[in-house]
Each structure stands twice: as C-alpha cells, then as structure tokens.
C-alpha cells in the first residue's frame, strides 16, 4: 500500500482543518505541519503520496511555512520522480479573486520541475466566482480549491469528492 504524507502550511487554520480531515480520509496518511513537523527536503522522500497543502498570500503566494523549501526545492532541485503530487489549498475568491488559490500554481511548478508526477486532483472551477489564478491549468484549478470566507458550506462535500478522486487516480 502507497504511503502518504500531507504537507501542510497554514496561518488562519482553514488548510490545516482540511489537511485534518483529508488525514482522516486517507487510511494511514501522516500529517506534517511544516510549521511544528517539517525538518528538512529528505521527508518527501518517506512517502510515495504527497498531499501538499497551503493557503494563498499577498500576490498568490504559498504560505509563510513553504517559503524556505520551496525555495531550496527551485534552487537544489531535489529528486522527486516517483512521487504521485496532488494539492489544496485555501483562498478568498471575493476579496482576493484577483490571486485565488494561485499559491497552488506557484508549487505545482516547483514540485514539477523536481520530477515529481502531477496532473492528480484536478478540480473544476465551476461554482466559483474570482478573477484570475494561475493555479487554473487546463480549464481546471490544479488542485482542491477552498474557500471558507464564503461558501464553508461547500468545504466538507469538496474534501469528500476530492479525497476520493485522487484515491481513484492514484489508485489507492
């Protein structure tokens, strides 16, 4: 059975209650908060599953916790091949529609260009209203998107659909 790791960065708590429940939903996934849990690139290597978890800031970047592996994953560019990606993320489509979820974007580049294999967990935008994200790829956001701020009442069925669409296309 595929391990999986959920990486997760989050300053007001909606991502980290969803990589929570995303735990939940995967059996026997571990949960690495990259605030309290992270300790260096060699972790990703523990799992064959990465669930990659942020939530969007200032001009569509990831959160504070990722900034300093990201950006040693761009510069050293550690080996992922092998490594099935998928990401979530939280945003704010009405007050932030300009940069929704584009954190996404932003990691997926960085992960793929490690060699890691992305394209699991595609997730439509329909239903959502905002005005740009380069976390979009192919008429799809790139990963999970979240937004709390104003439709919660979405989140649980989302994680849900989404939790058992990446199993079905990973295989789990």
Known sequence: MASVG???????????EAAER??????????I?????YDDLDQFEEFDVLLIGSSTWGQGD?????????????????????KKVAFFGAGDQETH???FVSALGKMEAIFAKCGATMGFGYWPTDGYDYDSSIAVKEGKFCGLAIDSVNQEDLTEARLTAWAAQVKAEMGL
């Open 62 to 82: 990831p959160q504070r916790d990722w900034v300093d592996p990201l950006y040693e994953m761009d510069n050293d560019e550690p080996d992922l091949s092998g």
């Open 97 to 99: 529609g300009e940069h």
């Open 33 to 37: 908060n990259m605030e309290e849990d």
């Open 6 to 16: 959920i990486f997760v960065g989050s300053s007001g708590g909606t991502t980290q």
């Open 22 to 31: 995303l735990e939940e939903l995967f059996d026997d996934a571990e949960l």
